[in-house]
């Protein structure tokens, strides 16, 4: 299945990190081959939230590309892949706990939005393969723009583990890693709307 997403302005009602929800403490781990992970302190939803990725682009100078900007790095940073070409294969791993999360929509800031400059010199995630924990899949085609894209799920879901995979890209303009600025679910939208999991 592909679905097409909608596009918030990037200072539309809510952000990735307003639905991420004031997270706290996070701790970067780095593991083996190559991946790397960050995991955020409690918030009133879940008690982690935790955020791996294949790869990450070496920090240069002041800039650092590693999971911990997709949900709480400085404004517009963002996670970049660094594997070796455009980033086709790159996986992003979302999990939290405990698993009594009911949710539907993801929240993505596509390519690196610290300026127009930025976006356009590195790679953007065109298509997107989401899994989540029951097996289930779908393919998901980004607008090639920056804001936040709304990404509604055909149901409501309690997987408290979503797998993403880097389908096809739209290349940079002058670097070929694709980039990332933020990655979130909305967890505050079962609390405004009835979910069928809902007594």
Known sequence: ??????????????????????LSGFLAVASAHAEECVSMGANQYVNVLRICVSSALPDQG???YGPENLVSGPD????????????EGGRLTLSWAPADLSWRTLLIANGYQRTEQTFQANGRIRDLRVRLEDGSRLDIRLEDQMGTQIVQLPDWTH???TDLTILS?????????????????????????????DP
């Open 159 to 161: 997987s408290a583990v």
């Open 1 to 22: 299945m592909t679905i097409t997403v909608a596009v918030c302005p990037t200072a539309a009602r809510r952000s990735v990190l307003a639905c991420v929800v004031a």
């Open 76 to 87: 517009g940073w963002a996670w970049c892949e660094g594997q070796d070409g455009p980033g």
């Open 169 to 197: 890209v739209y290349p940079g303009a002058r670097y070929e890693d694709t980039c990332l600025t933020a990655l979130g679910v909305d967890m505050e939208e079962a609390d405004l709307e009835a979910s069928p999991f």
């Open 62 to 64: 002041a800039y650092s």
